[in-house]
């Protein structure tokens, strides 16, 4: 018996069935049957497929989306901690590069995930303008800077102003701002609290020295990888203090977004105690390195955070509203105390300009380069050619800085106008737009905005104020990031988009393919690249270390680091360097295994490494100085190696017009000149010449014992002998303590031999023999002196004394003391002609005022 249905199917094959669009009955042939039922079971197949794709799209969005998540995470915790001490340039080096391979990764995962996505959205902001307006000013200052290379890359040892990482901070910029969310604000504040935290506890054991695990962290560490562990993480002791200062608003916010909880877990509880003990560390810190704390950075940020709590525009929990306050207390109460002997360790001295000098380096910067300065990452130059005068007149007037005091006046020299221009109005757009937004609806109780743009303040203020290292800065962009993300997240501000879509047309879908594969073709290539510097300083790194033991091994691993990066000066300099060390260890050995040719070979390379670091760096007064020592250095084995030096330093002096120390060395190079000349006009014209640089250092530096001595010495080479007192008088009355100046002014009276000279040279003898009774020269000299005033009984007392003082193994000096002791004896006067010497007329004293002679 057949039910209705089978009937219905006999009458439908029969017939043809009911049309689905009109209800009506079809004719339809077997085939078109057929065909149509293929089409509904492809159908469905699809249908099936789109499903799978989507659920696989969707794995690998997450995945890329995770990658993001990630890269953020890490560079937040890391910055702070990463370290190898293995490369030549620093952990500000090693961090820097840290910085740009998550950032890279994080990027091509963006760029991938817009490419699934069919659209990559980049959320517009407030800050727009003025970042697009500062990037395209670095960008022009770049292609007219007095060093292009290390302008787009960054200065060698702290690479942050280059434009390389101004770019790659924008970056991050645009990248966590479109890719921000309420999960991703956790995870990237875990991470700065996280690496912070770690930080303040190993810099307590460090600094306090506490007990752990059987002993301090030095025990733990010591030997051979207690080079490898640096005092401070970050750079230096000031950034140091300026992270732990941010640490305390963290800090603080994280225990107060904690404590919101209405029911609190044990693993909450266990948080909240973990970021109270850092807390306290980190003001135990503070007062640790009193000296070193930028307070007015952490005065403001903790106003700021503490003013919107008592206004209660932001309102912690009631329960723990206590703890900002108690912080303020704290921090005022470190303030008041002082600097306390609290820390075990002795923290090195960082210097740094004050704010006249770098107002004044500032301003006479904009005469010479007012549109876009000098370039981005060349302070050095801008400091060595524009620094004042009176700077000479400071006890560190040798050293060279490379970074300003604050990037305020920094920006001014490398940026010029237009440069600084837009980086004030960037930081005044971000600060008014996060306050303006973070005063508005009370009612959303923006805790996690305030406590980020307070710490945000914290750290702008002291980059603003002091003169701060890479990792400080980067921490810095990357707080401000996150500060400004999360307000305008809290604060569902309407956002705009810039939206590149594969779907909206040809155009569109062409720019997005493009974009990202110049993102993967940037990518791989600056991995390849970052990757091969990174190992270069490594080698640079190696090289320095075994250096003072095994030159050879150094040269080699130094050339390994020029075949990667040929382009580092630096590298050169130093190569230069090491083999002037093989030359003159070679120099200094006897006469039959010292190879002649190996000298001239070392030589000729060494010179050829400090040119190639020279031209490279044609601007860096350092490379220059480094090529004028290697030709100093060269003497007998390069013709016209004096001529040479000097050349190098008259270029050295253009770059750097007020520095003392390359007067000094120009008219000792002049000395050195005359000393070979045997016409006596032109040899006297020498001198002059030499005198002249000699009057210009102690023009410059009117406290230059040094400047001071040397002309002595000239004038006692010309017959001044009443001038050659009077400036090594100057000299003694600059540098009290230098015993060269001292014997040297005594023994210019006792050429003299005039009234109350001998008297006077005596007294200078005693003096110095009364600070080192164990100095040769100034018993011997004092005998002399003695001699000359008719005292020979205590002349031969102080010979004996030196015959005494004299090494194993001077027996042809002491001959020759044995001689002068028995002259006294049979009342002979010990003079040149006595000893069987010549006087030296060069120098205005005899042979025989050396125990050596």
Known sequence: ????????????????????????????????????????????????????????????????????????????????????????QGIVFEKQLYFYFWLLLALVSWAAKGVITEEMNIKRTPLDIPIVGFWAACLLSVFFSVDRWHSFWGAFGDPSRGFMSITAVIILYYLIISNFDQRRLRSILFGLVGGGAILVFWSSLIFLKIPFIGGTVDSLVSGHFAQFIPLSASGSITGLGAYFSALLVLFTVSVLKLAEKDKMGIMDRVSVGVLLAALFFDLILLLSIYGFVPWIGLFSGIVVFLIYILSKIVRPKMSWAWLPMVLFVAVMIIRMTGEVQISRVNFPTEASLNYKLSSDIAVSSLKDRFILGSGPATYGYDFSLHKPQYFNENALYMLRFYQGTGIAFESIATLGALGTFFLVILILSFVSVSIYLISREK???????????????????????????????????????????????????????????????????????????????????????????????????????????????????????????????????????????????????????????????????????????????????????????????????????????????????????????????????????????????????????????????????????????????????????????????????????????????????????????????????????????????????????????????????????????????????????????????????????????????????????????
């Open 1 to 88: 018996m057949e039910t209705r249905s089978e009937e219905a199917m006999k009458v439908e094959i029969k017939t043809g069935g009911i049309d689905a669009n009109t209800g009506s009955f079809s004719s339809m042939s077997n085939e078109s049957r057929m065909s149509r039922l293929m089409n509904m079971q492809l159908k469905r197949e699809g249908m099936k497929d789109d499903s799978g794709k989507k659920r696989n799209s969707g794995f690998v969005l997450g995945l890329f989306d995770k990658i993001i998540g990630l890269s953020v995470f890490m560079i937040a915790i890391g910055i702070p901690l990463y370290f190898t001490s293995l490369s030549f």
């Open 443 to 853: 009612e959303k109780n923006k805790l996690y905005s305030l406590g980020l743009l307070a710490a945000s303040l914290v750290l702008l203020i002291d980059a603003i104020s002091m003169k701060m290292e890479g990792t400080v800065l980067i921490l810095t962009a990357l707080v401000g990031i996150i500060a400004l993300a999360s307000i305008l997240n809290e604060s569902d501000t309407q956002t705009k988009t810039l939206s590149l879509s594969l779907k909206a047309s040809p155009k569109f879908a062409l720019a997005l393919a493009f974009v990202f594969m110049v993102i993967s073709a940037g990518v791989a290539f600056l991995f390849v690249f970052l990757g091969k510097i990174y190992t270069a300083d490594i080698y640079a790194g190696r090289a320095v270390m075994v250096s003072s033991a095994n030159t050879e091994d150094a040269v080699m691993k130094m050339n390994r680091a020029i075949s990667l990066n040929p382009r580092e000066g630096a590298y050169y300099s130093k190569l230069g360097e090491l083999y002037m060390i093989l030359a003159n260890k070679e120099v200094m050995k006897d006469d039959n295994s010292r190879n002649v040719d190996l000298i001239r070979q070392l030589v000729n390379s060494s010179l050829y490494a400090a040119s190639a670091g020279s031209n490279l760096q044609k601007n860096d007064v350092g490379s220059i100085e480094s090529l004028a020592q290697v030709y100093e250095n060269s003497g007998m084995y390069l013709g016209d190696s004096l001529k040479m030096a000097e050349q190098s330093y008259e270029q050295a002096l253009q770059l750097d017009p007020h520095n003392p120390a390359t007067l000094l060395k120009i008219g000792q190079i002049k000395i050195a000149e005359a000393s070979l000349e045997k016409d006596q006009s032109t040899r006297k014209g020498l001198l002059d010449d030499a005198k002249g640089f000699f009057e210009r250092s102690v023009s410059e530096k009117s406290n230059f014992a040094e400047g001071y001595y040397q002309i002595a010495l000239i004038d006692d080479a010309l017959g001044d002998k009443d001038g050659t007192i009077d400036n090594a008088t100057k000299a003694v009355q600059n540098d009290s303590g230098n015993a060269t100046y001292l014997i040297g002014l005594a023994n210019f009276y006792r050429f003299r031999g005039g009234d109350g000279d001998y008297d006077n040279a005596e007294k200078i003898f005693q003096y110095i023999i009364q600070s080192d009774d164990k100095n040769i020269n100034a018993h011997f000299y004092l005998g002399l002196t003695y001699e000359k005033d008719k005292k020979r009984d205590q002349a031969k007392a102080e010979y004996q004394k030196v015959e005494s003082l004299l090494p194993d193994g001077s027996n042809d000096t002491k001959k020759q003391l044995e001689k002068m002791i028995d002259n006294i004896g049979r009342g002979i006067e010990n003079t040149p002609d006595s000893l069987g010497l010549t006087k030296n007329s060069d120098s205005g004293q005899g042979a025989s005022d050396q125990p050596g002679q």
